[in-house]
């Protein structure tokens, strides 16, 4: 079952640390990006950077995130880019959240969820889009929009998160907006999660129909952590966008479990700051993470 | 500005039909998906299928929708033909509105808004990942995910439609929660949307900020036509998903403007239920629907 093998991962490296492979093409050192002027060149050196950094840190980290979005935005060739990032993680062990957002009404949302996490049919052979063992999406469709997700992840062993409480400032603008019972509506939207994980829920209580929880929100994650028991987050906004360990300590439970973390740029960007190669940089802001996380979280798995 | 030029073709055809390209591989004729066995293979006869389409109703319709999971399932292969889909119908003179559904937070939701609205920069060079006139959008993570988008709207003469009331049956999970001020979710949203379309109001009075607002929901959707006087609407759900000229009717002002009506299977499929090649039936059932529209709607455009 796809959340206790996070699960696992994470218990064997001590470390709830996902890898955020928004691989902007600034990110890359300069002599990647000489010379470089079609979607093409941009492609293959986003893929060879992320390769590199993916060779570096996968023995110690669980899960990368790779967001579609740096990729769509250099067409098809970013695209082919994205899927062969997510094949490499793949090969090397690493469970892979595509970070994608789909959202769609039920035969359109079924296109999406065999893409990501099942099989695209053709005639009598079939094959496999976008490999993930996970897919984040937006919730705003309601059930008939998640459901055929939550099909495929029966069928093939994979997980969805859904977007609850997101890490951008102006998501109180819907997510925080309170309903006519008291509840706000990002407790309302973990309540459909937890509903919707239902006949997935793994050995560790956790079900393959994950939340979306920002680290720089704790009061709402503490309290999506208490009414959530079933759900398991995936943490954006570690880092540049202003979350830390503290802050996110709330979404684990007493047992160090409850959530994977993300960092995008605080890793791809370390030598930046740090000096060295981007890839041994990378891993060296991997293990300061892995080390700031344990401090707050404890030991993981007991 | 585009929401003109969309209600003015609109105007001049007296159609306000959208094509939708959700083309399913299943759709083509026999002969047409025979012998196929790769995402390639399904890729350039799904586009050989758009591009008659195109042709056979280009003059009698202002616009047409290309829904992206249709193609994203088929990899890098689908997303090659659904830019070469779009590129074709921008060739032939249709508005083009790309269904995405993109949601993000600030820094990548601009990475959408530039694939889809704007360009994309490599070092000095620039190129266009999905030429479009208008994406849809999510609205879940509030305004710093729509900004981007207006940002573009406004630097490129583009639009968006943000969800506001879908047309699936358990949107209303979520939609049509009551707030604790009275007001249902979707027409919460709604204001949102008037208020992101506030700097693109163009001579008819409607931004280039609209709303996706279902056919197969007329009370929601008449009180949206009330409430939003700016914003122009998307309506999906005529034919197949159960909505009829009747219930949408009510999107529509007193001069016989304010939506676009999409209609995808009763289209594309048109010739599997009344004979012929699947482009002729396709714009027989083009015209059909023009006059079972304009029939409730009256005179567009007095």
Same mark, same amino acid.
């Given at each position: 079952?796809? =959340?206790? /093998?996070?699960?696992?991962?994470?218990?064997?490296? +001590? !470390?709830? =640390? @996902?890898?955020?492979?928004?691989?902007?093409?600034?990110?890359?050192?300069?002599?990647?990006?000489?010379?470089?002027?079609?979607?093409?060149?941009?492609?293959?050196?986003?893929?060879?950077?992320?390769?590199?950094?993916?060779?570096?840190?996968?023995?110690?980290?669980?899960? #990368?995130?790779? *967001?579609?979005?740096?990729?769509?935005?250099?067409? $098809?060739?970013?695209? /082919?880019?994205?899927?062969?990032?997510?094949?490499?993680? $793949?090969?090397?062990?690493?469970?892979?959240?595509?970070? $994608?957002?789909?959202?769609?009404?039920?035969?359109?949302?079924? @296109?999406?969820?065999?893409?990501?996490?099942?099989? =695209? *049919?053709?005639?009598? +052979?079939?094959?496999?889009?976008?490999?993930?063992?996970? #897919?984040?999406?937006?919730?705003?469709?309601?059930?008939?929009?998640?459901?055929?997700?939550? %099909?495929?992840?029966?069928?093939?062993?994979?997980?969805?998160? #859904?977007?609850?409480? &997101?890490?951008?400032?102006?998501?109180?603008?819907? +997510?925080?907006?309170?309903?006519?019972?008291?509840?706000?509506?990002?407790?309302?939207?973990?309540?459909?999660?937890? /509903?919707?994980?239902?006949?997935?829920?793994?050995?560790?209580?956790?079900?393959?129909?994950?939340?979306?929880?920002?680290?720089?929100?704790? &009061?709402?994650?503490?309290?999506?952590? %208490?009414?959530?028991?079933? =759900?398991?987050?995936?943490?954006?906004?570690?880092?540049? +966008?202003?979350? !830390?360990?503290?802050?996110?300590?709330? @979404?684990?439970?007493?047992?160090?479990?409850?959530?994977?973390?993300?960092?995008?740029?605080?890793?791809? @960007?370390?030598? /930046?700051?740090?000096?060295? &190669?981007?890839?041994?940089?990378?891993?060296?802001?991997?293990?300061?993470? *892995?080390?700031?996380?344990?401090?707050?979280?404890?030991?993981?798995? %007991?």
């Amino acid at each position: 079952m796809i =959340t206790d /093998k996070l699960i696992e991962k994470i218990i064997e490296m +001590q !470390n709830p =640390t @996902c890898v955020g492979l928004d691989t902007l093409f600034d990110y890359l050192p300069d002599d990647m990006k000489e010379g470089v002027t079609t979607f093409e060149g941009v492609a293959e050196k986003v893929l060879e950077f992320n390769k590199k950094i993916i060779d570096s840190v996968y023995d110690i980290v669980p899960s #990368v995130k790779v *967001q579609i979005a740096y990729y769509e935005m250099y067409g $098809a060739a970013g695209i /082919k880019a994205y899927y062969e990032t997510l094949r490499y993680a $793949a090969e090397k062990g690493l469970i892979v959240i595509a970070d $994608a957002k789909r959202n769609d009404i039920g035969s359109t949302a079924s @296109c999406y969820a065999k893409a990501f996490l099942g099989e =695209t *049919q053709v005639n009598e +052979q079939t094959d496999k889009a976008f490999p993930s063992d996970f #897919v984040t999406v937006n919730g705003y469709l309601g059930s008939d929009g998640i459901v055929p997700f939550v %099909e495929q992840c029966e069928k093939h062993d994979k997980g969805i998160f #859904v977007l609850v409480k &997101t890490s951008n400032p102006s998501g109180a603008e819907i +997510q925080n907006v309170v309903l006519e019972n008291g509840v706000p509506m990002y407790e309302y939207v973990g309540g459909l999660v937890e /509903k919707w994980g239902e006949s997935t829920v793994g050995k560790y209580g956790y079900s393959a129909v994950g939340a979306v929880a920002g680290a720089t929100h704790p &009061t709402e994650a503490a309290r999506l952590r %208490e009414v959530l028991p079933h =759900t398991f987050f995936l943490i954006p906004g570690y880092g540049a +966008q202003g979350g !830390n360990a503290e802050m996110l300590k709330s @979404c684990f439970g007493k047992n160090g479990l409850g959530g994977v973390v993300n960092n995008s740029r605080g890793i791809l @960007c370390a030598y /930046k700051k740090n000096g060295g &190669t981007y890839y041994d940089a990378a891993r060296a802001a991997c293990i300061a993470m *892995q080390k700031d996380l344990s401090s707050v979280i404890g030991k993981m798995g %007991e």
